[in-house]
């Protein structure tokens, strides 16, 4: 079983800053991409930013220049340094692990979510 642990999430005023955790645990080989999703109420769940075990990063438009990811492949954990955050930024963030290599299988694994609220 694999499992993946979020902490960070919390309210914060419009202009502040906020780092995201996400730590994978388990039994598995290896981890290919791991990244952030938001869900904001009444939207689509989408991506917020990407990052292979190689460190190549990919970042929603809307976030380039204010998140940064980061990636410790010997930990098997990701963070999601945010600044400057805004009230579009207001949703439940979710951690992925994308094609986690198993004994058994290779799929992707989720996060049970954290909140982010911006208040203006």
């Known amino acids: 079983q694999v499992r993946l642990v979020e902490s960070g999430g919390g309210l914060v005023q419009d202009g502040g800053s906020l780092r995201l955790s996400c730590a994978a645990s388990?039994?598995?080989?290896?981890?290919?991409?791991m990244g952030w999703y938001r869900q904001a109420p009444g939207k689509q769940r989408e991506l917020v930013a990407l990052i292979t075990s190689g460190g190549i990063t990919n970042y929603a438009d809307s976030v380039k220049g204010r998140f940064t990811i980061s990636r410790d492949n010997a930990k098997n954990t990701v963070l999601l340094q945010m600044n400057s955050l805004n009230a579009e930024d207001t949703a439940v963030y979710y951690c992925n692990a994308g094609r986690v290599r198993t004994s058994w299988s290779i799929k992707d694994y989720w996060g049970q979510g954290t909140q982010v609220t911006v208040s203006s």
């Open positions: 388990g039994s598995f080989f290896s981890i290919d991409a």
